[in-house]
């Protein structure tokens, strides 16, 4: 049974729709600007933020309200890349010290990039930001800045460079070339490529994310972060340290008495 109107709430700003689906705690984050490819120029920049961060007032001292987010592109395409309209030769971080891209990597909640049709430059920067990436089969990922005579601004490079390895990086930046979802999902760039199902598939595998501990799925992006960044001690460290801090949780406790009850379903509210 799809949400009530009253179940489903909507925020629409200038080039962005925020959706919140109260019942099973998923947000949704379309990027609106169908008619440029979805294309980014400051103002989605910006809306992007704003969207994440109007999702993020349900939650309150009850626990935690949005659980996962999902985040696409209206019309047939994820994000072309910058728009050409306003492009200055500047990078994301000579603009401002703290962009889209940081927002979406250091947000509390993981996000899936739903993907169709061109996933370019800072549309695949973007996607690259979230924690997961699940492709239509037609869609086709690059990054074409070289063929400006500059380099991905926002971490396409090290993106790439820890999701597949550095060669692929040199690559895919170095010639500009698009690549399909397929050899994307091969290299480890997208998590999954799917066909019609993609909106289905997409959908199940937020509940699922969104149906566990929302403290300790919190925790587990930290600690994933933390691992690109820091070495096998400093990380195993860290993760110890994240683990014994969940201890002490609502949820931990609600999730012992779920494996120790048969038939008991846990009921996690982020506390």
Known sequence: ??????ECM????????????ERSGIGHVTLDRP?????LDSRLRRDIVTALGWLEGGDDDDGIALRAVVVEGAGENFCAGADINEFDGASPGRRSKRNHYDFVVDYPVPIVAKIRGYCLGGGLETAMACDFRFAHEDARFGLPEIDLGIVPGAGGVQFISRLANPSTAKEIAMTGDHISAARARELGIVNRVHGEDLDDVT????????????????????????AVQAGLQEGRKYDRRLSESLMDTADHEEGV?????????????GR
């Open 203 to 226: 959908r199940e595998f937020a509940e699922t994310l969104a149906s566990k501990p929302p403290l300790a799925i919190q925790a587990i992006k930290d600690a994933a972060n933390v």
């Open 257 to 269: 008495r779920a494996f120790a009850e048969d038939g008991y379903e846990p009921e996690f509210e």
């Open 35 to 39: 008619d440029s490819l979805n294309a």
């Open 10 to 21: 909507i925020e629409e700003f200038e080039t962005a729709v925020a959706e919140f689906d």
């Open 1 to 6: 049974m799809p949400p009530s109107r009253r």
